[in-house]
């Protein structure tokens, strides 16, 4: 099994900026892409960024592109989500993710429990 727990969530006021972090424990071995999934209050959840482990290789949404920047530490096995020029429409729980499959769009087989991010007008 692998255990995400994610971090860095909090209140922000438009156009500012917040770092989450999500670190990974476990069965880590194997686990080939880490993604960001933002459920909005009363919406779906839906894809953000993802990040490969081997090469770095980076997919993002096109709502975040150039405002959000995922990264990753091999060593501290703990990946990354930059979010600046943050929008009240960013509001929502963050999870972290985790999959054995590839890049772009592979299928989550670990779920951290979330992170709440709000961003006020």
């Known amino acids: 099994q692998v255990q995400l727990a994610e971090s860095g969530g909090g209140e922000v006021q438009a156009g500012g900026s917040l770092r989450l972090s999500c670190a990974a424990s476990?069965?880590?071995?194997?686990?080939?892409?880490m993604g960001w999934f933002h459920q909005a209050p009363g919406k779906e959840r839906e894809f953000v960024a993802a990040i490969s482990r081997r090469d770095a290789t980076t997919w993002y949404a096109d709502s975040v592109k150039g405002r959000f920047t995922i990264s990753g530490d091999n060593v501290k096995l703990t990946v990354y989500l930059q979010m600046d020029s943050l929008k009240p429409e960013d509001t929502g729980v963050y999870y972290c993710?985790?999959?054995?499959?590839?890049?772009?769009?592979?299928?989550?087989?670990?779920w951290g429990q979330g992170t709440q991010v709000t961003v006020s007008s």
């Open positions: 993710a985790a999959a054995l499959g590839t890049l772009p769009t592979p299928k989550y087989d670990y």
């Open positions: 476990g069965r880590t071995y194997g686990l080939y892409t």
